[in-house]
């Protein structure tokens, strides 16, 4: 029987093949008491799978570093320091003196403890990382009760990996000749899987709730990572039909690959910046290979939230420098620390509110704690001495909020100055445009300021009154509402009267869909996911100037976003038929 069901887009592209289901190898463990005799072999059982496993993730740290990059070794720099605490070790001991328990029962017992503690914060980031906390457990446990490591390596054929949960080891252990595509049940786009597979260039599709059950081992499975769908025992006409899609997205593909050394300009000379969006500092590399212009987004906060203590001015230099050495000599846009509403950083002390979105947040945020941010301030000034480094202000909303944080700025500058230390005095300071006021108020704004970028995903949830991570809402949510368009639009109008530079680096920037509508709305740079850079840049290479403003002033005269869609769509795939 056809069983075809909807999930998240993971990693665009389009797979056929066998299904390997793989076990959730949940492992039960009975609370079976034992002997004081016994007690001594337990440990030496706990103490051989502890170090065991971090023999194994060690390897895995080098293979992930070869193959993917330091960034993912970075990901399993965290099992390694979750298996050496020890105040886990100190625990299972415990559980095993104090109450008897076998080494088995007393591990899964303390790494529950740290799973519900993980799932019950409100921080995305954090609770994402329960998934590692899985694969931890796993692992010891695996070593413990003596099974032998499933080894999705050796496969002779190439499968549709369909799984419960995969784990970031089990995902960078995958041999990618012989894994076509990955159906995961849960996860969601930020996870640590969906993040491997996009690197690797995997098709996925996630959230499927549980595909699993429907499927056998063997039977024939198409994921199409591109629209979010999988299918299983598809009829022959549907393999037909999405083999000839699998094919046209390969060509695709390798015909992006040969855009990287052009330059991303229209066909009537328009030049367009194509910049990155990072969150870590090595992310700089893969966003240069991918033909970026430069950096346009850093979100510094990702130093905090990955910390359990604030992180200290000399590891902000260093990681801020790591991402100016990288971008060699191209711009690296630092934002300063973004805080707040659905970022809560845990080494922070933050208040709960009411309306986060609305309240203590970001560089208010900042403001208000003035000593943490004058170290963010004095890291990210030293860096601007290393090559073309910019600083900008997120959320602002009032003239002197800028002042002030232009008046915390000089201050800096000013001590660094007394002491001998190296900066660039007129390193170009800007904003981001990610509120209605400061959109509003666009004319005013820059003029003090070197340049702008707008944040639509914020921009978009404070002008329609969506919160943009509630589902409920998620229908009226969308950066083409004709009042979203209308702000960009003025601000992009302003900036360029006053000479300014302008970005727009929500996630919009990185939607094909959007592309030949921003440079008619007059933007000339736009910062986007990495990955995306290659479909933008055919995009920029296949227009005229001309063709987008005519399709900004249509798309202005909608009054029913469905058209805006439609319409948008068909000129996109005009220039990419594959497009979604
Ligand atoms: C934005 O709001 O558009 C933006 C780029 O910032 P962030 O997604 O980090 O809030
Ligand atoms: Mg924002």
């Known amino acids: 029987m056809i069983i075809r069901k909807t999930g998240i887009q993971a990693s665009p592209g389009v797979a056929i093949g066998p299904a390997l289901v793989l076990d959730t190898e949940e492992y039960r463990i009975p609370r079976r008491t034992i002997t004081p005799a016994e007690r001594g072999a337990q440990i030496r059982a706990l103490d051989a799978a502890l170090s065991a496993s971090r023999q194994e993730i060690q390897e895995l740290i080098s293979a992930a570093a070869l193959k993917l990059g330091q960034q993912s070794a970075l990901i399993f720099a965290f099992h390694d320091s979750v298996l050496g605490d020890p105040r886990l070790r100190a625990e299972v001991v415990e559980g095993i003196e104090r109450n008897g328990y076998t080494a088995a029962y007393a591990f899964a017992q303390a790494m529950n403890s740290r799973q519900r503690y993980f799932l019950s914060v409100t921080n995305t980031y954090i609770r994402e990382k329960v998934e590692d906390l899985y694969d931890i457990e796993k692992r010891v446990l695996r070593h413990m009760l003596g099974r032998a490591r499933e080894e999705i390596t050796r496969l002779t054929e190439p499968v549709i990996v369909v799984a419960h949960q995969l784990t970031p080891s089990q995902v ?322 302003a900036a360029e009267t006053a000479e300014v530079d302008v970005n727009l680096c929500g996630e919009m920037a990185g939607d094909p869909l959007y592309c030949q509508l921003l440079l008619g709305l007059g933007l000339r740079q736009l910062s986007m996911t990495p990955k995306n850079i290659p479909e933008i840049k055919k995009i920029v290479r296949s227009t005229t100037l001309r063709k987008c403003r005519t399709i900004a002033a249509r798309t202005l005269k909608f009054d029913a976003e469905r058209q805006v869609v439609n319409f948008l769509r068909d000129e996109v795939r005009k220039i990419i038929p594959e497009a979604v």
């Open 172 to 493: 960078v252990s995958l041999d990618k000749r012989q894994i076509v595509g990955l159906a995961i049940d849960v996860g969601g786009q930020t996870s640590h899987s969906v993040i491997f597979a996009r690197m690797l260039g995997i098709p996925a599709v996630v959230a499927l709730n549980d595909f699993t059950a429907d499927v056998a081992g063997g039977d024939r499975v198409i994921v199409d990572g591109t629209h979010g769908l999988v299918i299983a025992n598809p009829d022959d006409e549907t393999v037909v039909d999405y083999r000839q899609r699998e094919q046209q997205y390969h060509k695709f593909e390798t015909s992006l690959r040969a855009l990287r050394d052009l330059t991303s300009e229209t066909r009537d000379g328009v030049r367009v910046r194509l910049m990155a969006n990072i969150e870590l500092a090595e992310e700089t590399r893969a966003a240069m290979e991918a033909g970026a212009d430069g950096v346009g987004l850093y979100r510094t906060e990702y130093l905090y939230i990955s910390s359990a203590t604030l992180p200290t001015e000399e590891a902000q230099y260093d990681a801020i420098r790591q991402a100016v050495r990288h971008a060699g000599g191209k711009p690296v846009t630092v934002r300063t620390a973004d805080f707040g509403a659905d970022k809560d950083i845990p080494c922070l002390a933050q208040e709960p509110e009411d309306n986060p979105f609305l309240g203590l947040r970001s560089l208010r945020y900042c403001l208000a704690h003035l000593d943490m941010f004058k170290t963010q301030l004095r890291a990210i000034l030293r860096c601007s001495a290393e090559g073309d480094l910019r600083i900008m202000f997120p959320m602002v909303t009032t003239l002197m909020e800028l002042r002030q944080a232009k008046t915390v700025l000089n201050d800096v500058m000013e001590d660094l100055d007394e002491n001998g230390i190296p900066f660039r005095s007129d390193v170009p300071v800007g904003i981001m445009v990610e509120t209605p006021a400061a959109a509003l108020l666009a004319e005013t704004f820059v003029r003090e300021v070197d340049f702008v970028s707008i944040g639509t995903n914020d921009l978009t949830q404070y002008t329609l009154a969506v919160d943009r991570g509630n589902e409920r809402v998620a229908y009226l949510y969308s950066a083409h509402n004709p009042a979203v368009l209308q702000l960009i639009r003025g601000v992009a109008r």
